[in-house]
């Protein structure tokens, strides 16, 4: 298979292929006969034309049908739904502060014409050196990456870092060693709930 691309995924939109609507534990419970197609089609738009094997089962139906039958269905459709999900892939990131009188808005465009425009615009040699000039065969994954750290670059998104992480890990300890644990009200219950934290939590001190 070839790295996934921004191409593969607008092929497989295009088709409107199941595979794209469905988490992996729903499509398996579908037919047979179309859990089939749907992975025959995706496996023709993905597979790479320069390996000779591949090929060679692209151009004999006979052959693929051989091969398919030698193979657990269920277990190739997990395969294919990992290689599609590493390919991908994107930066996690976290909520920014509300800036006040600005209300949150989702971006009107969708967002593989977003990633062929950014990748067009700024990274024409990369297009031209590794990916035979076209936006469309450049990995869905690396464009969202980038894409992702150009947007925080222009402080539009933040990308989760490592003191996120920890504070996310802090936080998750807290509160499952204080499952019932109550919000401070007022200046002298926060006060009171912050000592409490530092004398449990030398180790990760609250500034009072």
């Known amino acids: 298979m070839l790295t996934f691309s921004i191409g593969h995924e607008l092929l497989l ?3 409107s292929n199941p595979m794209l609507a469905y988490n992996l534990d729903s499509f398996k419970e579908l037919p047979i006969s179309e859990k089939s197609r749907a992975l025959i089609e995706a496996a023709i738009i993905c597979y790479d034309d320069k390996n000779e094997k ?3 089962l692209i151009e004999n139906a006979k052959a693929w049908v051989k ?4 193979v657990d269905l269920d277990d190739e459709l997990t395969k294919f739904y ?3 999900n590493e390919g991908s892939l994107d930066l996690p990131t976290v909520k920014q502060p509300r800036t006040q009188g600005v209300p949150y808005h989702y971006f009107g465009a969708p967002e593989l014409a977003r990633l062929v425009n950014y990748v067009a615009e700024f990274h024409e040699l990369m297009l031209k050196t590794h990916f035979e000039s076209s936006p469309l065969n450049f990995p869905l994954g690396l464009a969202r990456i980038l894409y992702s750290t150009h947007l925080e670059c222009q402080g539009q998104i933040w990308i989760e870092n490592f003191h996120d992480v920890e504070n996310k890990k802090r936080i998750e300890a807290f509160e499952k060693a204080n499952p ?3 919000i401070a009200v007022g200046e002298d219950e926060v006060k009171k709930s912050i000592e409490k934290w530092n004398l449990d939590h030398p180790e990760a001190p609250v500034t009072l």
Do not use: F, H, Q, V
């Open 67 to 70: 091969a398919a039958s030698d």
């Open 82 to 84: 990992a290689y599609r």
């Open 13 to 15: 939109i295009g088709r």
């Open 54 to 56: 591949a090929n060679a």
């Open 180 to 182: 019932d644990a109550k």
